[in-house]
């Protein structure tokens, strides 16, 4: 089915490790999003891309990197992971104009 | 910036009923405004997509409607079911640069059988 995949879905990890979250799109996108979702703060972009080669800084860029690796792929990277950033991770996607977002089911991130 | 404000913030109803969800926002200069759902634990799944230029759009026992001149959305939800517990969010599309899209913090259904 055509949408937007995440992997993985479930992360555990010890304060000062690193990793990689996944995100691809299989419908020709040419924007991409990582929000982070945390109860009673409603989602927060962290970075975006409007198009391939090209990232952005969104509201709560600190501690992450992004990697618009193609047009389909977006990856998301905790250098130096922190509780602070014990969250749920959205990846989403949109095609220029006037359309609507597709999101992926998440990948529920804690940081102990 | 665009403000997305949803009331309420919780809502209850027996099962059966028809019920009217708000989402306000502050600059009309949207593309366009989405309703979506979230249930427990989940991703967010798109129930409704509104250009600006529509008044409304239709899915099932679900109506979205716009006003955007009053910064002003509503989601339908006709002869609920307990399936239809979760939160549901609304989002605004503006019309400029990429990082454009202000979600509201959501309103949580609880469809009592």
């Known amino acids: 089915n055509a949408g937007v995949t995440q992997t993985p879905k479930f992360q555990v990890l010890k304060t000062g490790q690193s990793m990689t979250l996944q995100c691809a799109q299989d419908m020709n996108h040419n924007s991409m999003y990582w929000y982070r979702q945390d109860p009673g703060m409603g989602l927060r972009l962290i970075y975006y891309s409007a198009s391939e080669g090209t990232t952005d800084k969104g509201e709560v860029p600190n501690g992450y990197n992004v990697s618009r690796l193609n047009k389909r792929e977006f990856s998301l990277r905790l250098e130096s992971a922190a509780p602070s950033q014990t969250s749920v991770y959205f990846c989403?996607?949109?095609?220029?104009?006037?359309?609507?977002?597709?999101f992926g089911s998440g990948t529920r991130l804690t940081v102990v | 910036k665009q403000e997305v404000t949803q009331i309420p913030a919780a809502l209850s109803v027996p099962e059966g009923e028809n019920l009217v969800l708000n989402c306000s926002f502050t600059d009309s200069a949207i593309y366009n405004l989405q309703w979506f759902r979230q249930d427990p634990g989940k991703g967010l799944t798109s129930l409704l997509l509104?250009?600006?230029?529509?008044r409304e759009q239709t899915s099932g026992r679900l109506n979205a409607s716009l006003d955007k001149s009053s910064g002003r959305s509503t989601l339908y939800i006709a002869a609920s079911q307990p399936g239809d517990s979760a939160t549901y969010l609304c989002?605004?599309?503006?019309?400029?640069?990429?990082?454009?899209?202000?979600f509201g913090t959501g309103t949580r259904l609880t469809v009592i059988p």
């Open positions: 989002a605004v599309r503006g019309q400029t640069g990429a990082n454009n899209l202000f």
């Open positions: 509104i250009q600006s230029s529509q």
């Open positions: 989403a996607s949109s095609p220029e104009g006037s359309y609507g977002y597709t």
